[in-house]
C-alpha cells in the first residue's frame, strides 16, 4: 500500500471564472506506481486537472507535490519545464520542423540525467519506429505520429508520465495498433501513469487505479479490482460495466484454442493468447454476459459456469427493467446484469449461491 | 543606357542603407513582433496601431516630425548633442533611423503573423521536455517562424530601397550621404536627363519584380508544406 510521503499530492480549488460555471475542485492522493485513469465525460476537468499536475495551467490555485517534493504551493509553482514530467498530448503535438529522430534527440538532450526510464534504443525497439525515425512527422499517419510522440515523452526520463487522451485522435483500427504499444509501456515503466481517457475499455485495459470525474469533481477512485466490482457507481451502471478478473493460467488446449485460469478452485476459460501455464492474467468479464441459474446445466453450451454467492442487488433508477447483481466467487467480485422480471422469478436475494453463466471472456493481458 | 559613376553611387549608398536597416529592424522586430503575438493586454491593440501607422501616413509627415525632433532644437537632438553625437537629420545615421520606423510594419508583420501561426502546442511540447522559455525561443518558436522572416527580410529590405519621401525630408541629397537611387532618379528628372532616369527606373522595376516573385513563389511553397503538416 501507499504510504502518505511516497504518492501524488493533488489539492487544487479553482475560483469560478467569470464567463463559465466550470470549477475544478480535487483533493487526490495518488498512487506513485502503476497506471492511474482519470476517467470522465468530456467537461468533467480531467484534462484540465492533468495539466495542473504538468504546470502547463498557471491560473490554478492549489497544492500538487510528488513523494514530498512540493511543485505547487499557494505562494510558488514551479513552470511545467522544471517538473519531472514527461506528456503525451492528445494529437501527437510532434516539432513540425524537425525529423522523428530529432524530436527524440530534443528530449535526450534536455533530459534528467539523474533519472533513467529508459534507452534510447529500448524505446526504439519497444515502440517499433526505428524505419521512421528520418521522417518528418508530415510523411507519418497517425499512428506513427503519436508512437514517437510517446517515444519523446520516455527519453526524457520523467519521474511522472501524464497522457492526455493519446487514442482519441486515432480511428479504431489505429487505436488497436497502438494499444499493445501502451500497455507494454504500462507494464514496463517503472515510473507511475496519470491516464486521461473517456473510453472505458482502454480503461479497464491499462489502469490499475481509476479516478472518476464529474464537473470538475471526484466522483469516484479506488484500485480497479474493487472499483469496477462495486454496486451503483458509474461503472456499474455503464452499458458496458465490467469486472476485471485475474488468475493463474492452469490449464490449456491447443487444440480447442482455449486456456483456462483458477479462481478459488473454479476454472476460467478464455480464447487463447500468448499466455503460458503459470502466467498471471487477467480477463474482462462483461455484466451482460453474465446469467443466473440456480442450478447447474450440464446441457448448456456455456462453458463457464460458476457457483457464487450473490453480495448485493442494485436497481438502476434510470432504466428499472434490468437489475445488477454483484457476486463473489471467494471474494473476487462479478456483476451480472439480469432483468428485473427474472430475479424476481428467481426470487434472487442476498445470501444465496447460484450459478453464474458467463457466455463470453476477453483476455486483458 | 549605362550607369553614371554618381549612378552606381546611388545604388551602393542604397543597398548599403537597406542591408543595415533590414538588419537592425529584424533584431528590433523579434521581441515587438513575439509580445503582440501572444499578449493578451489591452495596449496590444494601440501597439498594433503605432507599428501599422507608416503605412497608412504620407511618409513626407514621418520624415517632418522626424526632422523636427532630431534636429538641433528637438528633444532627441539635443539629447545626442550632449552626449557628443552629430546630429541625426542630413546623415546616413538619420537616413537608417527614418527607414527604419518607415519599414517598421513591413518587418513586425510577418514576423508576428509568423509567432501567432504556431499556437501554443509546440511551446508547450517543448515546455513538457524541459526546454525553458529561453531555449524554446529558440530552438522552437524561431525556427518555425522562418518563413516569416524570410518575408519580413525581403519585404523591409525592398521597402528601403524604395522609400522616397522620407529620404528627402530627414536626408536630403548629399552624395554617398543620403543620395539613394529614388533621389537620384528624381535630380535626372528635374534636369531633363531622361535617359539617365530610365536606367535608373528599369532596373528598379526589375528589382522590384524579382525579389516580389520570389518571395510569392516561395511563400506558396511554404502553405503547401504547411497544410500537409497543419495536424500534427
Redesign the interface.
Known amino acids: 500500500m501507499n504510504t502518505p510521503n511516497k504518492s501524488l499530492q493533488v489539492r487544487l480549488s479553482q475560483q469560478h471564472l467569470k464567463q463559465s460555471t466550470f470549477s475544478l475542485e480535487v483533493d487526490l492522493t495518488l498512487p506513485n506506481r502503476g497506471v492511474t485513469a482519470l476517467f470522465g465525460p468530456s467537461g468533467s476537468g480531467k484534462t484540465t486537472l492533468l495539466r495542473c499536475i ?3 495551467e498557471t491560473q490554478q490555485q492549489g497544492d500538487i507535490s510528488l513523494n514530498e517534493v512540493v511543485w505547487q504551493s499557494p505562494t510558488h509553482s514551479l ?4 517538473r519531472p ?3 503525451v ?1 492528445q ?7 524537425l525529423t522523428s529522430e530529432e524530436n527524440l534527440q ?2 535526450v538532450k ?3 540525467t539523474e533519472q533513467s526510464v529508459i534507452t534510447y534504443e529500448d524505446v526504439v525497439s519497444l515502440l517499433n519506429i526505428a524505419a521512421i525515425l528520418p521522417q ?3 510523411q507519418l499517419s ?1 499512428g506513427e ?1 503519436q508512437r514517437v510522440a510517446m517515444a ?2 520516455l527519453l ?1 526520463q520523467p519521474r511522472l508520465l ?1 497522457m492526455d487522451e493519446p487514442l482519441s485522435a486515432l480511428d479504431d483500427g489505429l487505436k488497436q495498433e497502438i494499444l499493445p504499444y501502451l500497455e507494454q509501456i504500462c507494464q514496463r515503466a517503472q515510473i507511475p501513469i496519470i491516464y486521461v481517457s473517456h473510453a472505458l475499455d482502454e480503461v479497464i485495459r491499462l489502469a490499475d487505479y481509476i479516478v472518476v470525474l464529474e464537473k470538475g469533481r471526484v466522483i469516484e477512485q479506488g484500485e480497479k479490482y474493487t472499483l469496477l466490482g462495486r454496486l451503483g457507481t458509474s461503472f456499474s451502471r455503464h452499458q458496458d460495466a465490467s469486472v476485471v478478473v485475474s488468475g493463474t493460467v492452469t490449464q490449456q488446449a491447443a487444440q480447442w484454442g482455449l486456456s483456462w485460469l483458477t479462481l478459488n478452485d473454479q476454472t476460467i476459460a478464455f480464447k487463447q493468447g500468448k499466455e503460458q501455464i503459470g502466467d498471471l492474467v487477467s480477463v474482462r468479464i462483461q455484466s451482460r454476459d453474465v446469467s443466473l441459474s440456480l442450478s447447474k446445466q450440464d446441457d448448456s453450451s456455456i462453458l463457464n459456469r460458476l457457483t457464487a454467492t450473490i453480495d448485493d442487488m442494485d436497481n438502476d433508477p434510470k432504466d428499472t427493467s434490468m437489475v445488477m447483481v454483484r457476486l463473489l466467487v471467494g471474494d473476487t467480485p462479478i456483476l451480472a446484469r439480469i432483468t428485473a422480471l427474472s430475479a424476481h422469478n428467481l426470487a434472487l436475494h442476498k445470501g444465496q449461491t447460484v450459478i453464474a453463466q458467463i457466455k463470453s471472456v476477453a483476455l486483458l493481458r | 543606357m549605362f550607369l553614371s559613376s554618381a549612378d552606381l553611387d546611388a545604388i551602393v549608398l542604397t543597398l548599403k542603407l537597406a542591408s543595415v536597416v533590414t538588419v537592425l529592424l529584424i533584431l528590433i522586430s523579434t521581441p515587438i513582433a513575439w509580445w503582440l503575438a501572444r499578449t493578451q493586454s489591452w495596449l496590444k491593440g494601440p501597439v498594433n496601431a503605432i507599428v501599422a501607422m507608416p503605412l497608412v501616413l504620407p511618409p513626407t509627415v514621418l520624415g517632418f516630425y522626424l526632422l523636427i525632433f532630431l534636429g538641433p532644437q528637438g528633444a532627441m537632438g539635443q539629447a545626442l548633442s550632449k552626449l557628443g553625437i552629430d546630429p541625426l537629420p542630413f546623415s546616413f545615421n538619420g537616413l537608417v533611423v527614418a527607414s527604419m520606423l518607415y519599414s517598421l510594419p513591413f518587418v513586425v508583420q510577418p514576423i508576428q503573423n509568423a509567432f501567432a501561426a504556431i499556437g501554443k502546442l509546440p511551446l508547450e511540447a517543448a515546455a513538457t521536455l524541459r526546454s525553458s522559455p529561453w531555449d524554446r525561443f529558440l530552438h522552437v518558436a524561431l525556427p518555425l517562424a522562418k518563413p516569416g522572416y524570410v518575408s519580413a527580410a525581403v519585404l523591409g529590405f525592398a521597402h528601403t530601397v524604395g522609400e522616397f519621401g522620407v529620404v528627402l525630408m530627414i536626408g536630403g541629397n548629399i552624395p554617398n550621404e543620403t543620395r539613394v537611387i529614388s533621389v537620384q532618379i528624381y535630380d535626372h528628372v528635374e534636369a531633363l536627363d531622361y535617359s539617365q532616369a530610365h536606367t535608373l527606373s528599369l532596373l528598379m522595376i526589375a528589382f522590384a519584380f524579382v525579389v516580389l516573385a520570389c518571395l510569392y513563389s516561395v511563400q506558396k511553397r511554404q502553405k503547401n508544406s504547411a497544410a500537409a503538416s497543419s495536424f500534427l
Not at chain 1, 513552470?79 to 522544471?82: E, I
Not at chain 1, 494529437?91 to 520542423?97: G, I, K, S, V
Open positions: 504538468a504546470g502547463l513552470p511545467a519545464h522544471k514530467i514527461g506528456y498530448f494529437e501527437a503535438n510532434l516539432f513540425p520542423h530534443f528530449a534536455r533530459a534528467d518528418y512527422p508530415h497517425g505520429r519523446r515523452a526524457v501524464l
